[in-house]
């Protein structure tokens, strides 16, 4: 049969010797013909696409059932796990952000960790709630301004709510550059004093840097889900740290003969204030924005030996 339409076509496109009748009756003849057998051919095929898509919507149905009854059975199973989650807000005071975005960088375990480890209960440009709610861990950015009062208020409310507060990056922890503010400018002339929030309330641990690095944040949040107390330590012994300057360095470590030279206060400030010269680290206070990053990552303050261990396998 298909032969025989392949025939016609050649024909009706003169391909081959000529139709026998070359008027337009005869071509229309033949036109109608060809559409004859093709809808003849082609009748089978559409009644078994129609048996086909009959079976494959039957097939959507049942699965859209079950996969309703699995969803059912799992959204269960995902309140249960997220009530046992703790509950975590982020608070942003007078800061840039930067230690909130280094969160965001732990790209491979970000999803991980906010969806099966934690519950972000509350956080500017997080979450859309405007009360605060109770909290397990409030991670508080930024410093707070004295003559804001309502940056003063939040932060009391932030620990009223809040079983955990975590100075969250070196202006939470140290005040860091906002320790240079001297107000006089607009819009807020009198916002002028700006103070770590332990200043104003009990902290219970810190993450230090400028920004906080990725991965310390990651560490950090999952030692305070396992109650890892090792790895917290020093986080907990960081809490009221007031040594936020390059000179703290000369002062505590250096002038007490406990400095090696190894250089880590070096590699550690973001603004490379500090230059190692005859084996000691050197202070360019112009260039310093006390963050106490040096101070907080010098072996000579605080030395974790028994943390190293464990983490090493040792
Ligand atoms: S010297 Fe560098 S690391 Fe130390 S407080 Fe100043 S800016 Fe931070
Ligand atoms: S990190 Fe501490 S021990 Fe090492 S060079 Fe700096 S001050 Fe000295």
Sequence with gaps: MLD???NKLRKFLGLEAKPDAEDDEAKAK????IKSEVEAQSKPAEEAKKAADAAAEEEAKKQAESSEQISK?????????VADKPKIGYIHMSGCTGDGMSLTENYDILSTLLTDMVDIVYGTTLVDLWEMPEMDLA??????????????????????????????GSCAMTGCFTRY???GQLAQPKHESFVPISDLIKVDCAIPGCPASPEIIAKVVVALINGDMDYLQPMLDMAACNLACGCDLQTNVVSK?????CGTCVLACPT???EMIEGRPSHNKNRCIKCGACTTHCPRTWFPAEQIKKDLGL
């Design 257 to 261: 003969a406990l400095c090696t030279g």
């Design 73 to 81: 059975e799992s959204s269960t199973q995902e309140v249960e796990k």
């Design 30 to 33: 033949l036109k109608q013909e």
């Design 181 to 183: 503010a001297r107000g």
């Design 139 to 168: 991670l508080v950015e930024g410093s707070v301004c004295l003559q804001d009062e309502h940056s003063v208020k939040e932060l009391m409310e932030v620990r009223e709510k809040s079983g955990l507060v975590c100075a969250f």
């Design 272 to 274: 490379r204030a500090l």
């Design 4 to 6: 025989g339409l392949k």
